[in-house]
């Protein structure tokens, strides 16, 4: 009856273990999210200095450098904010030519 007590002290301390890991997976996951959202913006600003000026209808990289920049701070905010802590959202622009 003894070894009770320690069982379930070893079970709730390998329960933590477990949740601790999976926090860690989220975090390394959310990260690299983070530096692709990064690497997209050299991507737009190639795309934006190769685009053809005088076409009518222009793709907006402004609008898409803005939804991208509000994608990567909520992820951010997220790797960075206290669990029982809320965020509001902002709308994408979706659109991106004009």
């Given amino acids: 009856m003894q070894f009770m007590p320690?069982?379930?002290?070893?079970?709730?301390?390998w329960q933590g273990a477990l949740a601790d890991e999976e926090i860690s997976t989220?975090?390394?996951a959310l990260l690299k999210i983070d530096r692709?959202?990064?690497?997209?913006?050299?991507?737009?600003?190639?795309?934006?200095?190769?685009?053809?000026p005088d076409r009518r209808i222009r793709f907006r990289y402004d609008w898409l450098r803005r939804d991208i920049a509000r994608?990567?701070?909520?992820?951010?905010?997220?790797?960075?904010?206290?669990?029982?802590e809320k965020q509001a959202n902002a709308a994408l622009q979706g659109d991106y030519q004009r």
């Fill in 36 to 52: 692709h959202l990064s690497d997209l913006v050299l991507l737009i600003d190639e795309a934006e200095l190769s685009a053809d």
């Fill in 6 to 13: 320690f069982l379930l002290l070893l079970l709730f301390v």
């Fill in 26 to 28: 989220e975090h390394q």
């Fill in 71 to 84: 994608v990567r701070n909520g992820v951010q905010a997220h790797i960075h904010r206290p669990l029982a």
